[in-house]
């Protein structure tokens, strides 16, 4: 493509994969490089014989010095590194200035104060339920026993006094029965 001579660079050719990078000047040659990728793609191959060119990777732009490109000197299989250091233009005053004006204008968060407030509401009323409704374990002295030792003995007090309640009243009851015939037999 001849509107493109000078205004695009290669760096270098992967032959396992048939990758070919290149570095246009400006972001427009770039995107010229993408649309007409299958052209750009068969001119490399017809070239350069042996290249086997099968997909072409378009890098940012960056000044583009003139001369042969690295890819055209290299022998066939082989990478090719680049010959000079690819130099990115540094952006203009115009740019940097639109960029810090966007900074201070932007809002740094975009979650509403409001929102943001009664979801910390919320969360605390949570957490004060949460501790009302599983307090946390009284701290014992050393010597006295813990919480779920004291509960497991008062669990244990009631079901002796429950045991001995039954017992007491098996006993009424059998007692209650033997009384009876007697008076039976004393109507009789």
Not at 19 to 37: E, F, H, I, S
Not at 114 to 120: D, F, G, Q, R, S
Not at 150 to 163: D, G, I, L, P, S
Request: include cysteine; charge should be positive.
């Amino acid at each position: 493509m001849p509107e493109l001579a000078g205004r695009v660079q290669a760096l270098g050719l992967d032959a396992s994969s048939g990758r070919l990078d290149v570095v246009p000047d400006a972001p427009a040659c770039g995107t010229k490089l993408r649309w007409n990728a299958p052209k750009v793609i068969a001119a490399a191959n017809e070239t350069v014989p042996g290249a086997n060119v099968r997909a072409l990777r378009v890098l940012a732009p960056a000044h583009v010095k003139a001369g042969p490109t690295a890819a055209a000197t290299a022998p066939a299989g082989q990478s090719a590194a680049p010959a000079l250091p690819v130099e990115r233009r540094t952006p203009p005053d115009g740019y940097r200035r639109a960029i810090e004006a966007h900074r201070q204008a932007a809002l740094p968060s975009r979650a509403d104060p409001h929102i943001a407030a009664a979801v910390e509401r919320q969360t605390a009323a949570m957490r004060e339920l949460s501790r009302r409704a599983f307090p946390g374990p009284d701290v014992a002295p050393d010597d006295a026993p813990a919480p779920v030792e004291a509960a497991c003995a008062k669990r244990r007090r009631q079901a002796a006094a429950t045991e001995a309640a039954a017992l007491h009243r098996v006993r009424v009851e059998k007692v209650g029965r033997q009384v009876e015939p007697s008076r039976s037999e004393k109507t009789a």
